[in-house]
Structures are given as C-alpha cells and as structure tokens.
C-alpha cells in the first residue's frame, strides 16, 4: 500500500538573517555593506524617509559616490504597486542591477525597501506578485534600518502594496531582510501621535495574534513579553518617549511582528484593511480608530488600550461614518470579508456563520 504523503500543517517561516542593536549601531551600516558592494553592478540603493532630508542623519547615511540615493515622502499615501514599478524602471535605465537596496524610515520605507528588491529581479508589474508565494525569484540583497517602531515590517515576511484592485503584500521567504539595523536613536524625534498610533500596532498585533486558533507557545511567549513592554512604554508614570523607552519599543515592535508571524493578525486589522483600501487611511492610526470600538471581541485588551489613550490624551475622532455613504461602508465591509485567513482565526471555522457583511457594515458605523 502507498503512504499518503505527510500533509504540512505547521507553517515554516524564514526569518531575518542578520540583526545589529544597539544605540549608535547605524554607525556601523557602511561596514555591514562593505562585503557587499562587488555584488552585481557595484552600487547600492538608499531609500530614505524625507523628514530625514536636511537633518543630521543625512549626513551619516553611508552614501558612496556611485550609489543612488532616494527621498521619499510618505505623507500623501502608503506604498502603492506603481510606485515600485516606477523605480524599479528608474534604476535598472540608470546603473542597472545593484548590489543591494538599503530602507531608512519608518513600515511605509521599510515596504518599499522590501518590494523593490523583489521587483528588481522578478519582471511585469507588481500587481502580478500581490500574494503569497507568488514572486519567482529572488530579489537582491535588502537591509531595513527602522526610524519609527510597531509595525513589525522590519521582521514581517511581506512588503504591503496597495494597487488598482488589492491592498495586499508581496509575501514570501525572499521578502525577508537580509540585514536589519536596530538603533534606538533613531525613533527619538517621531512626533508624540505617530509614536503612539505606530506603537498600538504592536499592541494591537499580540492582542489579535494571542486571541485566535492559530496562537501556540511560541507567538505567546513573543507577544507576553512585547505586551509587558508596551505596558512599561505606554502605562504608567515612568511611560513616554524617553531614551529607555525607545530601547523597549523597539524590541516590542520585532517581538509583536514574529508573535504574528507564527499566529495571525484578527478583527482589527480585517477590518483596518477595509478602511486603509477604500479611504486610504494611514494603518497605524485606522487601527486605533478601531480597536477603540472592539470590546465585544477583545473586553481586556481593549479596556487597557483605552486606558493608553486616556493616559496619553490621544485624539481618536468619533463620528466618522456619519459622512460615509451606504456605498462607501459597503464597499468596506467586501474588503475586510474577504480575508478568511483572519477570521478563521478570530473566529473559528463556522466564521461565514458569524461574521456577515451586515455585521461587518454595523461595526464600520460604529467608528
Ligand atoms: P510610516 O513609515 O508611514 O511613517 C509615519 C510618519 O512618521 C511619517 O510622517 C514619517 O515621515 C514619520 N517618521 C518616520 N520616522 C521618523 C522619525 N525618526 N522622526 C520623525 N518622523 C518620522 O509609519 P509606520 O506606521 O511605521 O508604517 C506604516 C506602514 O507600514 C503602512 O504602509 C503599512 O501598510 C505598513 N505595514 C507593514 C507591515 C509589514 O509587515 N510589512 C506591517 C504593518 C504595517
Ligand atoms: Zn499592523
């Protein structure tokens, strides 16, 4: 009798391959590249965060006379698949294949970073790669070095795109940094209301990751301890942006994306999806807007995150579907149903039961 074969069941992920922390490690950033500058045509790519051009870390950015050097600005909307595409045209016309690519700024850079590594190497648009294992090669060697700390996409398998049709990552073992630089220093000057709408996506990640089917050991002990961090960060009279509390959140945010990556994001994030594609709302803040309004799924999670809010005196606006047309929450409430990963997670399998686009429709109105 022939065996069936074994069926894979536990997710097996590629984590990132080298990581430096520490205070002042960005000094060490040229060095970490040395190795490889004689890489393809010998020449890097730095993708910096704009609000860095004309202050001091410009200056330290570890530019050689034939590398690339781009300022993004990441105010008027996140990553997008056309904007990749464009780049990725832009260099290979100019100095074709580089050594590397190099992702200085907060997710929205460290995406792009992300994205146009694989993009260099994989051809057509990158509406084409919107998924999971859908990118054929691999794309050349990328470091991330995060100035603004919560989201995870320093450690995440997936760089997010938002294109025509979806709001969706390019997700696979190649999307993962190389290379990541962790310098507290860094994240000192993120305004008070990014530090804490960035902040909650961890808090925000361990919540949805502990509270779902696809928790085990291993996420929970990842987000436990980015959770204690965020309390000692966000709670309390020693909380705020201080030195010591820049060390902490930056290891919550890494902690909070692998808790993730061995679980799954839920409610919140279903929904911030919904949000994010039809309004273009930032994904940090849609989440707060959220999870502000998800006591029925998470009581203690959210009763603590409003307590940081309260603490912290955070503006979260209420109200805002009342200048939302019918249309427009439908539209929402499509996008976030269509993440069945998620809510076989937050919900269980009989999640079609649940969870229905009326429902979806009612928690949208909420906000
Ligand atoms: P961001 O990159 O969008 O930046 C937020 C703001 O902070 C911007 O105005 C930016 O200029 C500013 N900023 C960044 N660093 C700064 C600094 N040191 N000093 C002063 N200002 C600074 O912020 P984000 O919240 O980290 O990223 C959101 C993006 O991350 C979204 O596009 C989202 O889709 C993506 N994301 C990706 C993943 C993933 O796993 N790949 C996970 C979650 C979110
Ligand atoms: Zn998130």
């Known amino acids: 009798m022939v065996a069936t074969p074994t069926q894979t069941t536990h997710k097996n992920f590629k984590g990132v391959e080298k990581t430096v922390y520490g205070r002042g490690s960005f000094s060490q950033l040229d060095e970490i590249l040395a190795p490889r500058r004689s890489d393809n045509q010998g020449y890097f790519v730095f993708l910096v965060d704009n609000y860095f051009k004309g202050k001091s870390l410009e200056g330290q950015v570890p530019v050689h006379h034939e590398d690339l050097t781009y300022y993004i600005s990441v105010e008027e909307h996140e990553p997008t698949t056309d904007q990749i595409d464009e780049l990725r045209d832009e260099i290979l016309a100019k100095k074709g294949l580089p050594s590397g690519v190099v992702g200085i700024g907060g997710g929205s850079i460290m995406d792009i970073a992300k994205a146009l590594s694989l993009m260099l190497t994989n051809e057509g648009s990158s509406t084409l790669y919107q998924g999971l294992n859908l990118i054929k090669k691999p794309g050349v060697y990328h470091v991330g070095v995060p100035t603004i700390s919560g989201t995870g996409a320093e450690v995440s398998m997936t760089a997010v795109l938002t294109g025509p049709v ?202």
Request: hydrophobic share 40%; charged share 20%.
């Open 166 to 367: 979806k709001k969706l990552g390019l997700k696979c073992e190649w999307t993962v940094f190389n290379q990541i630089v962790l310098d507290p220093e860094l994240i000192a000057s993120v305004p008070r209301n990014w530090w804490f709408y960035t902040g909650m996506d961890t808090y925000i990640h361990c919540i949805e990751s502990e509270n779902g089917r696809m928790n085990n050991a291993y996420s929970h002990a990842y987000a436990e301890q980015a959770m204690k961090l965020c309390r000692e960060i966000y709670l309390g009279e020693n909380s705020g942006q201080t030195t010591e509390n820049d060390d902490k959140l930056m290891v919550a945010s890494m902690m909070g994306g692998l808790s993730l990556t061995y679980s799954e994001v839920g409610v919140c994030h279903a929904l911030s999806y919904g949000l994010s594609k039809i309004l273009g709302t930032r994904h940090c803040y849609a989440n707060c807007l959220i999870m502000n309004h998800l006591a029925d799924y998470y009581p203690e999670g959210v009763a603590e995150f409003k307590q940081m809010v309260a603490y912290h005196q955070i503006d979260l606006p209420q109200g805002l579907s009342n200048d939302w047309s019918d249309d427009t929450i439908t539209q929402m409430a499509h996008i976030s149903y269509n993440l069945p990963h998620m809510w076989l997670h937050a919900i269980g399998d009989n999640w079609q039961e649940v969870i229905t686009i009326d429902l979806l429709k009612d928690l949208f109105r909420r906000l």
